[in-house]
């Protein structure tokens, strides 16, 4: 496709379920970053990965959270034992390399997600 | 830790008018970037204007210029001739090689 794309769009899920967000970036691009944008506030760093790799897991929030790249394209966010305070917009970028800010990243929709 | 404020939650402009978006941030880095993205109702995040912290020279693209006071650490956005477009949450951004910090947001308005 011609940019990164996301899925699902919308997620709403219960208390302590298991939830998988999907990004797939633009094709082409090493670099893939993910956002967590809760209401009304800016976007906040999780993760990023050059290639297969995440040179720093510390962005994210909890242990609850992981991340995976496989092949060097799309990227999974997993969020085990949801809980209401993770109800966010997951938001997705790529970039053709990560080079601390002279690569320009490309945003994806995002996944609202919602835990009841 | 670095952080990026954003002191106007909401702003107004008249179409074709000017407005300016402010923007502060603090870092003990030297070697950053600044950015201001724009996130219209599709939630898209859409770049709209990049500065090397080490260029003195203010970035412009089209109608959108910064004001970089890399003394002041302040980096504030200039829409020039608004238009109805325009309309959308406006964040300032700071990005080190191994740290990226979004500011709150502006929400602009165009008045027609």
């Known amino acids: 496709g011609a940019g990164v794309s996301q899925s699902p769009s919308n997620k709403v899920t219960e208390k302590g379920k298991d939830v998988e967000l999907r990004c797939d970036p633009i094709?082409?691009?090493?670099?893939l970053y993910w956002y967590r944008q809760s209401l009304g506030q800016g976007l906040e760093f999780l993760i990023y990965?050059?290639?297969?790799?995440?040179?720093?897991k510390s962005g994210l929030p909890s242990d609850r959270f992981s991340a995976e790249r496989t092949g060097g394209s799309v990227s999974t966010l997993t969020i085990q034992r949801t809980q209401q305070e993770d109800s966010a917009v997951y938001l997705c970028?790529?970039?053709?390399?990560?080079?601390?800010?002279?690569?320009?990243?490309?945003f994806g929709p995002g996944t609202r997600l919602t835990v009841l | 830790a670095q952080t990026v404020t954003q002191s106007q939650p909401e702003m107004s402009v008249q179409e074709a008018e000017t407005v300016t978006l402010s923007c502060t941030y603090d870092?003990?880095?030297?070697?950053?970037?600044l950015f201001w993205y724009k996130q219209p109702p599709s939630r898209q995040m859409i770049l709209v204007i990049r500065q090397e912290a080490y260029k003195q020279q203010n970035a412009t693209e089209n109608r959108f210029s910064v004001n970089f006071q890399k003394a002041a650490k302040s980096f504030s956005l200039k829409i020039s001739d608004s238009q109805l477009g325009d309309a959308a949450m406006y964040f300032c951004?700071?990005?080190?090689?191994?740290?990226?910090?979004f500011g709150a947001g502006t929400r602009l308005t165009v008045k027609p």
């Open positions: 951004a700071y990005r080190s090689f191994n740290d990226m910090r």
């Open positions: 870092t003990s880095e030297s070697d950053y970037y």
């Open positions: 970028a790529s970039s053709l390399v990560a080079s601390g800010g002279a690569d320009t990243q490309y």
């Open positions: 990965f050059q290639g297969n790799s995440a040179p720093d």
């Open positions: 094709s082409g691009h090493t670099a």
